[in-house]
């Protein structure tokens, strides 16, 4: 059994922000409200910050789906793969102190991590929490 199956029967855990990180990205794709509500509360105190979300309404609306925040940068995608096609490009122009917290079904969260892998993020800089098997 690979290791992917082993987390996707794991119970929704909260995503706890990284206090030695300098930038964070919360991904996010069809997650519950609650798991979403949670996280922000949780993501309140930090700087840079950087909410990638698919919803085709928001995105629709936001004419390119970039908005600033008060506290936080909120990008809208209509689908996963568009989400996936901008996370790509713009994981080639980080630096140290990237933190990314996905959040939704288990194979969105596990895509996350298999992304920022391959672009040579190292995994522990990619937190996911996500809730059973899709």
């Given at each position: 059994m690979s290791s992917f199956a082993n987390e996707s029967h794991l119970r929704r855990t909260p995503v706890v922000p990284d206090p030695n990180g300098t930038e964070h990205w919360f991904v996010t794709s069809h997650a519950p409200v609650e798991d979403c509500a949670n996280a922000f509360t949780a993501f309140a105190d930090l700087s840079r910050i950087e909410v990638w979300t698919v919803d085709a309404l928001m995105a629709q609306a936001g004419a390119g789906g970039v908005h600033a925040l008060p506290t936080a940068i909120a990008r809208w995608f209509p689908?996963?793969?568009?989400?996936?096609?901008?996370l790509e490009h713009s994981m080639h122009r980080v630096h140290a102190g990237l933190r990314i917290y996905a959040v939704g079904a288990g194979q969105f969260t596990h895509s996350v991590r298999q992304l920022a892998g391959r672009i040579g993020i190292a995994p522990g800089l990619v937190r996911i929490s996500h809730r059973g098997a899709d």
């Open positions: 689908e996963e793969a568009d989400l996936f096609w901008a």
